[in-house]
C-alpha cells in the first residue's frame, strides 16, 4: 500500500526565504589565496593595492615627434616655420646622451625619456626634415605632450581596494606596478548531486521510456562558475534515502556549499527530513516557498553550511538557482550581488496575469525593435527544455498583483551576465524544411541567434500582428481553411512570404495495418489528436465532418464516439510518440516528421505552409534573404 504524500511544512514568501538565508548562515568569504595575474580576472580583492613605484617612473613622450624648448617654436606658423638644428636621436627604453639647447631639437619616439633641457614635444606631423634640420609649422607650449614622472599613479598611492572585483583592465593597472600575484578570496566550493531513479549522464544510452537525461547537474555546475565558485560535482543519487544520504554526508566534507535537485517535492519530504534529522548540527530551515515555479525549494543547515534543494525541472531548478542560491555563492565569493546579477528593464507586448498569494516568476524572451528592447513572455511549463533555451531571464509578478498591462515596464532578471539578443525570432508550426533554412542563414555568421518558437496558427499570428516575433510559420488544410484564419490573413498588413506545400500521413504502429481513416472510426481506434487551432485537427475535423455527411450522421455526436478525439498534443512528435508507446492506435502527422520515427505511414491529405510577416518587416534585409533561403531550399528558384 503506498503511503500518503507529505504536504509542505510551512510556505513561506519569497522576501522571507531570502530574509531566512542571510540570517541563518555566515555568507562572508571563508579564505584567502595568493594567484597569479593570469587567473585574477573577475575575482575579488583580499588586500588594499598601493604602488610601490611613481607612474610613469620618467618624464616621457606621449607621441613621436622632436623634444623641443617650447620658446623656439612661439614663432612658428604654416607659413613661416622654426627651423631647429637636430642634435640627437632617443629611441624607447634607451637614456638621451645630450642635453637640450636653445634652438635644437632631439627626436622622440612615443615612450620615449624626455631629455634634460626640453620642455615640450611637438608631434612629427606637424614637422619636416630638411638636411640635419627640423621645420615646425606648430608653435607648442611648455609641458605640451609629455607625460611628468609619477604624474598617473604616485608612490604609496592605493589604486585598488579590498572587495574590489577584478577586470581586465585592473590586470594591466597591476602588471604596471610591476605586481604579479595578488591576494584574493577564495571560491566558494559548492557541492551538486541529482537525484532521480530516471536520469541518465549525458552520452549514455536511454534504457527506458522513463528516462531523461540529467539536465540540472550541467546548468548548474556552469551557472555557479559564472556566480564566482567552485562547482563538485558529485553524480546522480537514486531516489532511496541510503543513497542521498552519502551524497550529503559526501558533500558537507568537501564543499562550503551544497545544492541537489529533484526529490525535493512534498511526495520526497519525510526522507529528506530523516536523513538532514540525522546529521549533527543540521535542521530544516524552510521547505515550501510561495512562488511559482520554485513552490517545493527546501533549505536547510548542515553541519552550518547551506543546502539547497532545488525542483527537479529544469527551468524551476535554473530560477530557484538564480534567486536563493546565486547570491549565497557571490557573497561567500566576496562580489556585492546587486552590483553583479544582470538585470534589464523591457517593456511587455501583452498583458500577464499574476498569481493571487504566490510570486510569479515568468520567463521571457527579449527582442530588439528599433532602439527598444520588448518582451514576449513564454508559456509557463516548468520542465519544457525549450524554455531554458528560449528565455534571456525571466520577471517577477508580486503576491499582490492581479495582472501586468500591456506596454508595462518589467524588469529582467537575465540568466546570462552578456545579453545576446536574436537576430530574427520565428514563431509557428514546426517544419523541418524551415529548421534547415534557418542553419543556412546563420552559417556565414557567428554568434548568431535565430528563435524559433512553436505556436499553433493563431498564436502565431497574433504574436507576427503583435511585434513579438518577425515571421509566422502558418499551417493549412489546402481545401479547408477555417473562416478565422481568413480573416486573419486578408490583414493589411501581413504578406505571404513563400508558400509550400506537404503531405499529412495516417500514421500507425508498424505491425498493426490500418487501410484508411474511416476504418479507424468504424474500429472505434484510439487517435491521438492535435490541440486546438492546429491545422492537423482541421484536418481530423474535415475529414470527419466528410464521413459523417456521407453516413448521415451528427458531428458533435461522432466526436464523441470517436476514443481519443479529446485529447489534445502540442506537437505533431508527442501525438507520433503516443502511437508508438500505445498510448494510442494512430494518429495525423506530417510526412517529414513520420518518417524519423519506425513507425507505418500513408498520405491521406495534403498540408499548405505559409511564411508570413507583416509589411513592415518583409522591407527589412534579414527578411528578404531569410525568404531567398527558404526558396532555394525547396527548390522554387535556382
Not at 295 to 309: Q, R, T
Not at 537 to 545: G, N
Amino acid at each position: 500500500m503506498f503511503g500518503m504524500r507529505k504536504i509542505f511544512r510551512e510556505l513561506i514568501t519569497v522576501d522571507e526565504a531570502i530574509d531566512l538565508i542571510m540570517r541563518s548562515f555566515d555568507l562572508t568569504p571563508r579564505e584567502i589565496e595568493e594567484v597569479s595575474l593570469f587567473n585574477a580576472v573577475e575575482r575579488v580583492l583580499a588586500e588594499d593595492i598601493s604602488s610601490s613605484i611613481d607612474v610613469p617612473p620618467f618624464d616621457r613622450a606621449i607621441v613621436d615627434g622632436y623634444a623641443v624648448l617650447a620658446i623656439d617654436t612661439f614663432s612658428a606658423s604654416e607659413t613661416n616655420p622654426v627651423k631647429l638644428k637636430i642634435i640627437d636621436r632617443v629611441r624607447t627604453g634607451s637614456i638621451p646622451k645630450k642635453k637640450l639647447l636653445r634652438n635644437t631639437a632631439i627626436e622622440l619616439d612615443t615612450g620615449s625619456v624626455i631629455p634634460p633641457g626640453a620642455d615640450a614635444v611637438i608631434p612629427v606631423e606637424f614637422t619636416e626634415e630638411e638636411e640635419g634640420f627640423v621645420k615646425v609649422y606648430k608653435r607648442v607650449s611648455p609641458g605640451a605632450n609629455i607625460q611628468y614622472a609619477g604624474s598617473d599613479i604616485s608612490k604609496g598611492e592605493i589604486i585598488l581596494r579590498r572587495g574590489y572585483r577584478l577586470e581586465p583592465r585592473d590586470i594591466g593597472v597591476l602588471a604596471a606596478l610591476g605586481i604579479n600575484k595578488v591576494s584574493v578570496y577564495a571560491k566558494p566550493k559548492v557541492a551538486i548531486f541529482s537525484i532521480g531513479d530516471e536520469l541518465v549522464t549525458p552520452g549514455a544510452e536511454l534504457t527506458s521510456p522513463a528516462s531523461i537525461y540529467d539536465v540540472n547537474s550541467y546548468t548548474l555546475y556552469t551557472s555557479i562558475i559564472q556566480a564566482g565558485g567552485e562547482p563538485i560535482f558529485l553524480g546522480i543519487a537514486k531516489d532511496r534515502e541510503e543513497d542521498v544520504r552519502k551524497k550529503i554526508i559526501e558533500a558537507m566534507h568537501k564543499a562550503d556549499i551544497i545544492i541537489s535537485s529533484g526529490s525535493s517535492s512534498a511526495g520526497y519530504s519525510d526522507m529528506i527530513y530523516r536523513i538532514i534529522d540525522s546529521i549533527s548540527e543540521s535542521r530544516i530551515i524552510a521547505h515550501g516557498i510561495k512562488s511559482k515555479p520554485g513552490k517545493p525549494v527546501l533549505i536547510a543547515s548542515i553541519n552550518s553550511k547551506p543546502y539547497f534543494g532545488l525542483p527537479g525541472f529544469p527551468t524551476s531548478c535554473l530560477i530557484a538557482f538564480r534567486n536563493f542560491v546565486k547570491p549565497v555563492i557571490m557573497l561567500m565569493a566576496g562580489y556585492d550581488p546587486s552590483e553583479v546579477l544582470k538585470e534589464s528593464s523591457v517593456e511587455l507586448k501583452r498583458r500577464v496575469r499574476g498569481e493571487k498569494g504566490r510570486r510569479l516568476f515568468k520567463t521571457i524572451s527579449l527582442k530588439r525593435v528599433d532602439s527598444n528592447v520588448i518582451g514576449v513572455p513564454l508559456p509557463a511549463i516548468s520542465g519544457a527544455i525549450t524554455t531554458l533555451a528560449n528565455a534571456e531571464g525571466y520577471f517577477e509578478v508580486r503576491e499582490d498583483i492581479e495582472y501586468l498591462s500591456k506596454g508595462e515596464k518589467v524588469i529582467v532578471k537575465l540568466f546570462e551576465d552578456i545579453l545576446k539578443l536574436p537576430e530574427l525570432i520565428i514563431g509557428g508550426v514546426f517544419v523541418p524544411i524551415i529548421d534547415k533554412a534557418i542553419s543556412k542563414y546563420i552559417e556565414d555568421k557567428r554568434n548568431h541567434r535565430i528563435k524559433y518558437l512553436k505556436m499553433n496558427n493563431l498564436a502565431a499570428l497574433n504574436a507576427l500582428l503583435a511585434g513579438e516575433i518577425d515571421v509566422a510559420i502558418l499551417s493549412f488544410i489546402s481545401y479547408g481553411r477555417s473562416a478565422p484564419f481568413r480573416d486573419l490573413l486578408s490583414n493589411k498588413e501581413l504578406v505571404v512570404l513563400v508558400s509550400l506545400e506537404r503531405d499529412i500521413a495516417l500514421v500507425s504502429r508498424l505491425n498493426e495495418y490500418i487501410s484508411s481513416f474511416e476504418k479507424a472510426i468504424e474500429d472505434k481506434l484510439t487517435i491521438a489528436n492535435r490541440e486546438k487551432g492546429s491545422s492537423i485537427r482541421e484536418a481530423v475535423d474535415l475529414l470527419l465532418s466528410n464521413y459523417a455527411e456521407k453516413r448521415g450522421i451528427d458531428m458533435e455526436k461522432l466526436k464523441g464516439e470517436i476514443p481519443g478525439y479529446y485529447s489534445e498534443y502540442k506537437t505533431n512528435n508527442s501525438a507520433i510518440l503516443a502511437v508508438l508507446r500505445g498510448k494510442a492506435d494512430y494518429t495525423l502527422a506530417p510526412i517529414d516528421q513520420a518518417r524519423m520515427y519506425e513507425v507505418k505511414y500513408r498520405s491521406i491529405v495534403n498540408e499548405e505552409i505559409l511564411v508570413v510577416t507583416t509589411k513592415i518587416e518583409e522591407k527589412s534585409s534579414k527578411i528578404k534573404k531569410f525568404a531567398k533561403i527558404i526558396l532555394r531550399e525547396t527548390g522554387k528558384v535556382a
